[in-house]
């Protein structure tokens, strides 16, 4: 069975804890690498000290707007634990519906969207020469001020002439991150069930939950997808409780409205134009020399 490696920063919820064990409870290993120590974690992951991947002092060394940037950071550190370990990646909320394995001297990479690469299941081999150009990519970006996933970005460009290695989001994310909410709500059980059917993993989308306020200590609402995923798993006793359909359907919504025409005022627009019309320069910048 294969072996798979993930990394977290501070106290963990019941569903990065429910994520990572369905990887256990279809008979793999999973090491989760921290700087502390965890309480509660389900038997079978095995913690590990970060330090053996990266020194503790580089946390804050990829900074976004004049703040450290943890994703950029985790970004970083799976290159690294590939070049030292060669385990596969995982991140904490991607959750196993049906094993698979992965050579780990072989590249993988997962499609998102056309031929954009999502690191949440990711493998690249320490021998390959992208890795070698992915991690120089990243040190030239230490102690720089740099756009949200300028790290990820790296995996695109090096990749960017074996486009047929890409493996189908179907089957590991098969439902877009616009969709998130379907595994919370009710209604959209079935066609949950129909669309993961043959999937091997799903993908949460933490970030998503925690920007639109979702507790990650309550279960989602009875009758949904996830609902019924997590009733299968032992994590399940330490949820505080179930979350009322109609305040993540609330939740969702207002995360929903945020990106569509209800939201946007002209005053809006024109004041989200100026920062987006810069972080795109900035990007542009951070992408033109990063090789």
């Not at 429910?18 to 389900?42: C, E, I, K, M, N």
């Not at 709500?185 to 066609?191: A, C, F, G, H, R």
């Amino acid at each position: 069975m294969s072996t798979f490696g993930s990394f977290w920063l501070g106290p963990l919820s019941p569903y990065e804890k429910a994520s990572l064990h369905s990887f256990v409870q279809h008979g793999h290993t999973v090491v989760l690498y921290s700087y502390r120590p965890f309480d509660g974690l389900p038997a079978g992951i095995v913690q590990a000290d970060a330090n053996e991947i990266l020194d503790e002092s580089n946390v804050g060394r990829f900074i976004t707007d004049g703040r450290p940037n943890i994703a950029n950071f985790a970004d970083y550190f799976r290159y690294n634990m590939f070049l030292k370990k060669q385990i596969c990646w995982i991140d904490s909320d991607v959750m196993m519906l049906n094993s698979f394995e992965i050579n780990t001297q072989e590249d993988f990479l997962v499609a998102e969207a056309g031929t954009n690469i999502c690191n949440a299941i990711l493998n690249i081999s320490a021998s390959s020469d992208e890795l070698k150009r992915i991690i120089a990519s990243c040190e030239r970006a230490l102690d720089r001020d740099i756009p949200y996933a300028t790290l990820q970005g790296y995996i695109a460009l090096a990749y960017r002439k074996k486009p047929d290695i890409l493996k189908s989001a179907d089957a590991y994310m098969p439902f877009h991150h616009s969709e998130f909410y379907k595994y919370l709500l009710p209604e959209y059980y079935e066609e949950c069930e129909r669309v993961c059917s043959k999937a091997y993993t799903i993908h949460l989308y933490n970030n998503i939950w925690d920007k639109m306020g979702y507790y990650k200590e309550l279960l989602p609402p009875e009758g949904s997808y996830l609902h019924h995923l997590l009733s299968k798993n032992p994590i399940e006793t330490q949820f505080k409780g179930v979350y009322p359909e109609s305040v993540v359907r609330a939740l969702v919504h207002g995360w929903n409205q945020r990106f569509s025409g209800e939201a946007l005022s002209i005053g809006s627009i024109v004041k989200q134009l100026v920062p987006s019309t810069r972080r795109t320069l900035k990007r542009l910048r951070s992408q033109y020399m990063p090789f």
